[in-house]
């Protein structure tokens, strides 16, 4: 969406005038709260709600308050995921949710990327963003969507009143789900900077996936696809 600014022109006696120029508006990425203080210092409650995002345009990704599940905003739109059993979960809009961390950003414009066709799956697509985008040094938003081969997410799943003081008692109850074939969307946000505030110490990317029909999501720990099959965007900035 463009939005206008004003550039000096010229001086007519001693009077500056303004030509308007247009400028388009960019995806800035926001983070409240930080992994690390959930993980090490046991800050579970959600310190952002999802009904103060629910606007058009808005994408991002945490977990669920207590770490009873995953949350993907997606357009305005937030879904939460919980497992109901080791072999089974939900997802549903949820617009109460809240999250003891989170990043977000209100994206305006996706610029599309062309994936190589060596970039298959999780590890090489976080290789290829650090090499297209690490130069930048600020966080970048982006999303995958097409047909996807194989993925492996899992979901939190703390049990109520756990304390939580490593990465070890966050994940206690924690359960990893498979899924082959399937159409989908993928959320990530990059960062080079952002190690334990919303990626982990061993990787520049978080991402969520969610499936088309949106009975399926969570965070993303493996998926592998053909690159002819999906398509990457960047949001503009």
Same mark, same amino acid.
């Given at each position: 969406m463009a939005n206008n600014r004003s550039a000096p022109k010229a001086c007519l006696g001693g009077l500056l005038l303004f030509v308007l120029l247009p400028s388009t508006t960019v995806a800035q990425v926001k983070v409240t709260g930080a992994m690390r203080n959930t993980m090490f210092n046991g800050q579970l409650d959600g310190l952002i709600a999802m009904d103060s995002l629910q606007i058009p345009g808005t994408y991002g990704l945490g977990p669920l308050s207590h770490l009873? +599940?995953?949350? %993907? %905003?997606?357009?305005?739109?937030?879904?939460?995921? &919980?497992?109901?059993?080791?072999? #089974?979960?939900?997802?549903?809009?949820?617009?109460?949710?809240?999250?003891?961390?989170?990043?977000h950003a209100i994206v305006?414009?996706?610029?599309?990327?062309?994936?190589?066709? #060596?970039?298959?799956?999780? *590890?090489?697509?976080?290789?290829?963003?650090? +090499? &297209?985008?690490?130069?930048?040094?600020r966080p970048?938003?982006?999303?995958?969507? +097409?047909?996807?081969?194989h993925a492996e997410i899992h979901v939190v799943?703390?049990?109520?009143?756990? %304390?939580?003081?490593?990465?070890?008692? *966050?994940?206690?109850?924690?359960?990893?789900?498979?899924?082959?074939?399937? *159409?989908?969307?993928? %959320?990530?946000f990059f960062s080079t900077r952002h190690k334990a505030v919303f990626t982990h110490h061993d990787t520049n990317i978080h991402v969520h996936l969610i499936t088309r029909d949106r009975l399926w999501m969570g965070h993303v720990d493996e998926v592998r696809f053909d690159p002819a099959l999906v398509r990457l965007f960047v949001a503009l900035q």
């Amino acid at each position: 969406m463009a939005n206008n600014r004003s550039a000096p022109k010229a001086c007519l006696g001693g009077l500056l005038l303004f030509v308007l120029l247009p400028s388009t508006t960019v995806a800035q990425v926001k983070v409240t709260g930080a992994m690390r203080n959930t993980m090490f210092n046991g800050q579970l409650d959600g310190l952002i709600a999802m009904d103060s995002l629910q606007i058009p345009g808005t994408y991002g990704l945490g977990p669920l308050s207590h770490l009873r +599940g995953e949350i %993907l %905003l997606w357009d305005g739109v937030p879904y939460a995921s &919980r497992a109901t059993s080791d072999s #089974s979960l939900t997802v549903q809009v949820e617009r109460e949710a809240s999250a003891p961390f989170f990043v977000h950003a209100i994206v305006q414009e996706w610029l599309e990327v062309q994936l190589p066709d #060596s970039i298959n799956e999780l *590890a090489k697509l976080d290789d290829f963003l650090t +090499g &297209r985008f690490a130069h930048e040094n600020r966080p970048k938003v982006f999303k995958l969507s +097409g047909f996807i081969a194989h993925a492996e997410i899992h979901v939190v799943d703390l049990p109520p009143g756990a %304390l939580v003081r490593s990465p070890d008692d *966050a994940h206690e109850g924690r359960k990893t789900f498979v899924h082959e074939k399937s *159409a989908a969307d993928l %959320l990530g946000f990059f960062s080079t900077r952002h190690k334990a505030v919303f990626t982990h110490h061993d990787t520049n990317i978080h991402v969520h996936l969610i499936t088309r029909d949106r009975l399926w999501m969570g965070h993303v720990d493996e998926v592998r696809f053909d690159p002819a099959l999906v398509r990457l965007f960047v949001a503009l900035q």
